[in-house]
């Protein structure tokens, strides 16, 4: 009885945490939303018209053959039965295989994975090393009254520089620097400076956006009370500013940032295109032009399953960062 007792306890403990329940909502969130993706990465490709067997083998491929590739591929059951077969193949770790190559769709994605990642992790880090002391010392400015047109000149070109497309930039960054001045390869993955322009066109718009949020989350800050008052104990400028006013302005940043990185993973389907970069955009592209199904669906799980992982841990950073948000939705 005492240890029943004891048991139901520590039961009820568990349930009470503010953790066990934060990291339980979130849990569960990231399954619904990986079933939601599933589930609409298979609609998407299957509402496309055309027929991908007949793409796969070219227009002159004998009706036998296609008929037979068609009900080896179980094209031919309904709907449902495709949808269960596939869900059971992607539990089981089975992504398909490639109508196109023939190889597995997982060894497609392996091979390609680390080029993608690589523009993005690296588009994501120099967003962060010029926003965050672009943004900082333009609310300083700001804060202080001194240079305006500073301030409002970088507010101007921010506005304009954060939305224009990434392969709009791409473009323009190709066109300058690849072909005018030649400082820089145009095409391909061969070697350091092929990543400059990529990730600078990645990189510019993301930036600006970000600092742009700095500035107004660190106007905010200096205008508070403990910022006066270590003002009024006359610390050093720099103390103030980096010990004081940047970590409390960092949270909307770190939420922000996070969305980025995941907008930047998406969006390096077009810049890598542009650049002809050996990466997944690459392969999303030409496997939507054959209709190779299992390849289109196996990226865009792939990029789908990075956001989400890119918003838990966003998610986990905040909590870790500020316990009231944990407390708060639990």
């Excluded at 990231?30 to 993706?37: D, F, K, T």
């Excluded at 323009?172 to 993955?189: E, H, M, S, T």
């Excluded at 922000?256 to 592209?285: K, Q, R």
């Amino acid at each position: 009885m005492t240890a029943l007792a004891a048991g139901a306890g520590r039961s009820r403990s568990l349930g009470d945490n503010v953790w066990v329940r934060f990291a339980v909502r979130r849990a569960g969130r990231l399954l619904l939303s990986l079933w939601v993706l599933v589930t609409a990465a298979f609609l998407m490709i299957h509402a496309l018209p055309g027929d991908p067997v007949r793409a796969a083998l070219g227009p002159t491929a004998p009706l036998e053959l296609v008929q037979q590739r068609r009900t080896a591929m179980g094209l031919d059951d309904p709907l449902w039965l495709q949808y269960a077969h596939y869900l059971g193949n992607l539990l089981s770790g089975d992504m398909g295989i490639s109508m196109t190559t023939g190889l597995p769709v997982s060894e497609i994605i392996g091979a390609r994975m680390g080029a993608t990642v690589e523009l993005a992790v690296l588009a994501f880090a120099v967003a962060v090393v010029v926003s965050v002391p672009l943004g900082t010392l333009m609310a300083v400015l700001a804060g202080d009254g001194r240079r305006r047109a500073g301030d409002w000149m970088f507010t101007s070109t921010s506005v304009v520089l954060a939305t224009i497309p990434e392969f709009l930039v791409a473009v323009g960054l190709v066109f300058v620097f690849g072909v005018q001045l030649g400082w820089a390869p145009v095409a391909g993955r061969t070697g350091p400076g092929s990543y400059v322009l990529p990730v600078l066109a990645l990189a510019l718009g993301p930036a600006f956006v970000l600092a742009r949020l700095v500035r107004v989350e660190m106007l905010a800050v200096l205008q508070t009370d403990y910022i006066r008052t270590a003002r009024a104990k006359r610390l050093p400028p720099r103390v103030v500013y980096l010990c004081h006013a940047l970590p409390n302005a960092v949270t909307a940043g770190l939420t922000m940032g996070g969305l980025m990185l995941g907008a930047l993973v998406a969006g390096t389907v077009l810049v890598e295109n542009v650049f002809a970069w050996p990466g997944l955009g690459g392969t999303i592209v030409s496997s939507i032009l054959a209709k190779d199904y299992p390849t289109v669906q196996g990226v865009v799980l792939v990029y789908g399953v990075g956001v989400l992982l890119v918003n838990l841990a966003v998610d986990v950073a905040l909590a870790l960062l500020d316990p009231r948000s944990a407390i708060r939705e639990s």
